[in-house]
């Protein structure tokens, strides 16, 4: 793999196009604010950090979609997360409760 190419992501096997990532957005971005605004043809969707003992929050990240595109977003997003509860529970429920000897 070149330095300039993402790590390759199975789910995006299942993509109708091809999906780029540049190397400087692969790595991601750890963010613990989350704002929703919207407007009557656009959500905005900043996401930002806020160090702690500041108040202030840096937002790096503005993100503004289509109320169609933010449907098929909710849907997939909920659909993901009940994945991984379900797999939460499965790993719990493998773990063993008696004593280790």
Do not use: W
């Amino acid at each position: 793999m070149s330095e300039n190419t993402p790590p390759s992501n199975p789910a995006n096997k299942n993509l109708p196009f091809p999906l780029r990532i540049p190397p400087e957005v692969a790595g991601g971005r750890y963010a613990n604010v989350f704002i929703i605004n919207h407007t009557d043809n656009e959500f905005i969707l900043d996401f930002g950090l806020q160090a702690p003992g500041l108040e202030e929050v840096t937002v790096f990240n503005r993100v503004i979609m289509t109320p169609a595109l933010v449907e098929r977003y909710l849907g997939v997003l909920t659909e993901s997360y009940r994945k991984y509860q379900n797999n939460l529970a499965a790993a719990a429920a493998k773990k063993p409760t008696g004593p280790a000897n």
